[in-house]
């Protein structure tokens, strides 16, 4: 594994969305460019600001809708413009020190992809279903009919992933974030990675994983890191429903993935409630002071930094609110400052310590509404202190002695935080 994922922060992007692009209506993959990702590049000295340096994103490829029915693994999407715009976002991030991850959508392809359209009976298969009737009865990504599913046991499959990958990491990106990896045989990537890693061994490889057993699913796919719902899960759910012994939970679990491998981690992504709307506008803080204090290969999605909120919802366009159109400025953003600020502090103080990657963290005391935790390597210590309580509390911190982000009083090797509040203490 190379060793740059253990000081990279992403800022995770949908860019359709950024952009403003038509989604379900008037959408043409073969017409011409608009050039809208040029309005990414103004958005990269907000990266820097916050103190991330990566970013991650979703769909480029061109497409029939949202961007993860792909018909051209090798076109940028004419909503986003073409080639030429790609380069100059490339290249701008570059100058900055900005990594770019893209989302490779390799389990399934859109119907319009012409190697479904093309496909004859008897021809060569590289798609998953039978043929009756002379008619092809293709299977699909979890009952979405316009996801066709890509026949992973193929050659064929094969050769064309390995080959888009090369392609773009030879244009300049630092590896690929593995849609719906769970839904793809381990052997496949196995078979898949190394080849890429032949030709770019400075690649990263993260898999979305949203359920199994994560440290085995690493270890036969040789993939880098997964996605940690389960962590997002115990941070979310601990908060909303007044229940950090499941924020505790998930924790211990978290860290027992660290002997095989660093998860990369967040409190919101494009497919998910946003975190504000979650647990509301009072408890963000909290819930990214555990994000940037616990190990792993952290991101924040686009706009959580402001406190922006979006409901996800199962129907037709109920990705949308969570998926919006960004302004042309980071200057013209609403923002809740108390949030932004959150985030910019705890962001330096993970920079700080990039020791915070793959450290182990102790639950030092916990009740429904109030959790501390340690993190540290040897001598150097982050005490997290939290109170989603609506009454005063006071805290262990062990050897946290001095309050970097947050409020708290500290006497007698305790913390006291008021109603709502949070601290984090260096030893």
């Known amino acids: 594994m190379p060793s740059w994922p253990e000081h990279v922060m992403w800022w995770h992007v949908y860019p359709l969305g950024f952009v403003g692009a038509p989604i379900r209506?008037?959408?043409?993959?073969?017409?011409?460019?608009?050039?809208?990702?040029?309005?990414?590049?103004?958005w990269l000295d907000h990266v820097i600001s916050l103190g991330l340096n990566g970013l991650l994103l979703g769909p480029v490829f061109a497409s029939e809708t949202h961007g993860y029915d792909t018909v051209d693994h090798f076109r940028i999407d004419p909503r986003l413009g073409d080639d030429e715009d790609f380069g100059r976002l490339v290249a701008a991030a570059r100058e900055r020190g900005i990594r770019i991850l893209l989302d490779g959508v390799f389990n399934h392809v859109g119907r319009g992809h012409p190697a479904f359209r093309d496909l004859t009976e008897g021809g060569p298969q590289r798609f998953r279903g039978r043929w009756s009737d002379g008619r092809f009865e293709a299977e699909v990504f979890e009952g979405h009919d316009a996801l066709v599913a890509l026949d992973h046991s193929s050659p064929a499959v094969a050769d064309l992933v390995v080959e888009v990958m090369?392609?773009?990491?030879?244009?300049?990106i630092d590896g690929w974030r593995l849609d719906a990896a769970y839904a793809v045989p381990s052997s496949f990537w196995a078979e898949v990675l190394p080849r890429v890693r032949e030709r770019f061994p400075d690649a990263w490889f993260?898999?979305?994983?949203?359920?199994?057993?994560?440290?085995?699913?690493?270890?036969?796919?040789?993939?880098?890191?997964?996605?940690?719902?389960?962590?997002?899960?115990?941070?979310?759910?601990?908060?909303?429903?007044?229940?950090?012994?499941?924020?505790?939970?998930?924790?211990?679990?978290?860290?027992?993935?660290?002997?095989?491998?660093?998860?990369?981690?967040?409190?919101?992504?494009?497919?998910?409630?946003r975190i504000a709307s979650a647990v509301g506008a009072d408890f963000v803080p909290h819930a990214v002071a555990v994000l940037f204090t616990v190990a792993g290969t952290p991101s924040v999605y686009a706009g959580d930094e402001f406190g922006w909120t979006g409901v996800k919802e199962e129907r037709l366009g109920g990705d949308d609110?969570?998926?919006?159109?960004?302004?042309?400025?980071?200057?013209?953003?609403?923002?809740?400052?108390?949030?932004?600020?959150?985030?910019?502090?705890?962001?330096?103080?993970?920079?700080?310590?990039?020791?915070?990657?793959?450290?182990?963290?102790?639950?030092?005391?916990?009740?429904?509404?109030?959790?501390?935790?340690?993190?540290?390597?040897?001598?150097?210590?982050?005490?997290?202190?939290?109170?989603?309580?609506?009454?005063?509390?006071?805290?262990?911190?062990?050897?946290?002695?001095?309050?970097?982000?947050?409020?708290?009083?500290?006497?007698?090797?305790?913390?006291g935080l008021g109603p709502r509040g949070w601290a984090v203490l260096e030893a």
């Open 321 to 415: 609110a969570v998926r919006p159109e960004f302004p042309a400025t980071p200057g013209e953003a609403s923002a809740d400052a108390r949030i932004l600020e959150a985030h910019q502090a705890l962001i330096a103080l993970r920079r700080r310590k990039p020791w915070l990657w793959r450290a182990h963290t102790d639950v030092i005391e916990v009740a429904n509404t109030a959790i501390a935790l340690r993190t540290a390597v040897g001598d150097d210590a982050v005490v997290v202190a939290l109170n989603i309580g609506d009454e005063p509390v006071a805290l262990p911190v062990a050897d946290g002695r001095a309050v970097v982000a947050g409020a708290g009083s500290v006497a007698a090797g305790r913390i």
């Open 206 to 273: 993260l898999g979305e994983v949203i359920h199994g057993e994560a440290a085995r699913i690493v270890e036969e796919s040789t993939m880098d890191s997964l996605t940690q719902y389960e962590l997002w899960q115990g941070v979310w759910h601990g908060i909303a429903d007044r229940n950090l012994f499941e924020l505790s939970h998930a924790i211990e679990r978290h860290d027992e993935l660290l002997r095989t491998f660093v998860p990369q981690t967040f409190v919101g992504n494009h497919d998910v409630t």
């Open 25 to 42: 209506d008037d959408v043409d993959p073969d017409a011409a460019p608009a050039h809208r990702l040029e309005r990414l590049e103004p």
């Open 166 to 172: 090369c392609h773009w990491l030879e244009r300049g």
